[in-house]
């Protein structure tokens, strides 16, 4: 019985679980403009996309993520913006990811991780 209870135990506490290499995640509220281009850039350099739709309208950022592979999630605020709650959601996302990923990145959906090997080329993403 200790022996089934100390193997349970290694197996539900991570330390035999594969993480992911990588991941970045935004949140977005009516964007598609600038999310297609994070959306771009980031698959390149991340395994995984996550981005989560606060309060968007647009079912053009639906379509994007799932051009680009990206995982989308719905979140909702009454407020059109709080620091507060995005600071919150982002954390209680990041802590979730932190489960699956060795690395994890957060970015607005205005702000781009650049590889510094092709840092050239970003000036062409922005017209």
């Known amino acids: 019985m200790l022996k089934h209870a100390q193997d349970a135990k290694t197996k539900f506490s991570g330390e035999n679980i594969k993480k992911k290499d990588k991941c970045i995640f935004t949140i977005i509220r009516n964007e598609p403009v ?13 395994d995984n996309i996550y981005v989560l739709f606060h309060q968007s309208a647009s079912d053009l950022e639906e379509s994007l993520c799932k051009q680009y592979g990206a995982t989308y999630f719905n979140v909702h605020n009454d407020e059109s913006y709080c620091w507060i709650w995005l600071t919150d959601t982002a954390n ?3 802590s979730f990811l932190l489960n699956s990923y060795e690395l994890i990145a957060y970015s607005d959906v205005d702000e781009i991780i650049v590889d510094p090997k092709n840092l050239l080329r970003y000036p062409k993403l922005f017209p």
């Open 34 to 46: 600038l999310l297609k281009i994070w959306l771009k850039n980031h698959k390149k350099l991340f």
């Open 92 to 94: 209680k996302f990041a």
